[in-house]
């Protein structure tokens, strides 16, 4: 059974298609656990119909009609600690679309890792995505190459630098969640607090081959940002990410804390290294970038952020 963990805001426009592109997956066993956090659209609407249309298939989180955390972030930081199923985990957003055979390919994989490398591992499994506009027309074919991320083969220290997981596609197992069921103030996200738990303390899976429709749209709370070279220089991607690369700092010190029983020695040095970055001068994040391998996939955005962080 895979739980399907739903964060909603003011999502009306784009919700519909969505739910049923989950609805239409070929893999069937499966609900949708939602918490909204407090639309003022026709967002609860739309839910509240499809829970009544289908209420074997969806679980409500209640919330005050004055809670809101006004954060994508916060919403799935809830939903993590809400979850009940007892078996796999899916994050969704509102405004994508889910290839028909999503959980279908995700759980083969899953299914094929599991006996490989046994049960109680930390598992999670991700694939890439179309980017699209609002009106699902393509735009990117590969979101891991406009973002010019390694979704596989990438080292800790590498995953410490930057979310090499396409995170919104992932799939992960109830020994993840256990681990990561609390999000830390730290984390940058929910979905790379997740994959920095795999890398470390698991493994990762990754399909190649779009398993979403990554929807870009006015009202997107985050959005799809190029990581080729020549975009970093005309867009300046270094500067919008600047604030993640300083609180990826912090986000390793709280890792560290967290799982400081579970990592062998090794892991341990690699991640109090780049958390020790937190006070370090410019010219040190640098060389850690060039020869230490604590580098984004783009070396230049390395380079650049690191002087800038």
Known sequence: MVEILLATYNGEKYLREQLDSILAQTYNDFFITVRDD?????????????????????????????ESFNSARNNFAILLQE??????????????????????????????????????????VHSDMEIVDENLQPLEKSYVKYANIQPEGFSLKKML????????????????????????DEAVSPEWWLGLHAAALGKIGYIDEPLVKYRQHPGSISGAVSGRFFDI???????????????????AEAFLNANSKLLNTEKTKIIAKYASFIS?????????????????????????????S
């Open 38 to 66: 407090g639309s003022t659209d026709g967002t609860k609407d739309i839910l509240n119909e499809y829970a009544e249309n289908y209420p074997d298939k969806f679980r409500m989180i209640n919330t005050k009609s004055d």
């Open 280 to 308: 370090a001068g410019k010219f040190t994040k640098v060389m850690a970038a060039l020869f230490g391998g604590y580098a984004k996939n783009s070396l230049l955005a390395s380079i650049i952020q690191a002087f800038n």
């Open 161 to 184: 630098a930057e979310n090499c997981t396409v995170g919104i596609t992932c799939l992960f197992d109830t020994s993840l969640l256990a681990i990561c069921r609390d999000i830390p």
């Open 233 to 251: 220089i005309k867009n300046g991607k270094f500067r919008n990410s600047k604030f993640d690369t300083q609180k990826s700092y912090y986000q």
């Open 83 to 124: 979850a009940k199923g007892d078996d796999h985990f899916c994050l969704c957003c509102q405004d994508d679309v889910w290839m028909p055979d999503k959980l279908s390919k995700q759980m083969a994989l899953m299914d094929a890792m599991e006996k490989k490398y046994g049960s109680g591992i930390p598992l999670l």
